[in-house]
């Protein structure tokens, strides 16, 4: 057996920050307190495990009050086209995130 049992725990903790991730996602627009509750549990989570969240699931959550950023739904988006990236504002708390669009392809892995 290869793959230290380490390993394991970390991948089953990634299986549940997505499926947290997924929940919050699904509870937001009924009932986003919950939501919430879900997005600081996977945030333990990656930080206890040290397991980056990645970028688009980054992108996704409000830094400040945790919520789901979902254009339309909770954050406002503006384009800002000859930058290269979004401005997302989050509509409970007004925090403003810079998404870079022009995507660089091809991942960089690191190591974990
Ligand atoms: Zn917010």
């Known amino acids: 057996m290869k793959g230290s049992s380490k390993a394991l ?24 307190e919950l939501s919430r509750s879900y997005v600081r549990l996977l945030r333990r989570i990656s930080s206890h495990y040290r397991i980056g969240l ?8 409000c830094s400040k009050c945790n ?25 409970r708390c007004g925090a403003e995130r810079h998404i870079i669009y ?6 960089t892995r690191k190591r974990g």
């Open 102 to 107: 022009k995507a660089t392809k091809g991942k």
């Open 67 to 91: 919520s789901v950023l979902v254009p339309g739904l909770t954050a406002k988006v503006v384009l800002a086209s000859s930058k290269g990236y979004a401005v997302y504002t989050c509509k």
């Open 9 to 32: 725990v970390k991948d089953i903790a990634r299986q549940r920050i997505s499926i947290l991730f997924g929940l919050a996602e699904r509870a937001l627009q009924d009932e986003p």
């Open 54 to 61: 990645g970028r688009e699931m980054r992108n996704a959550l």
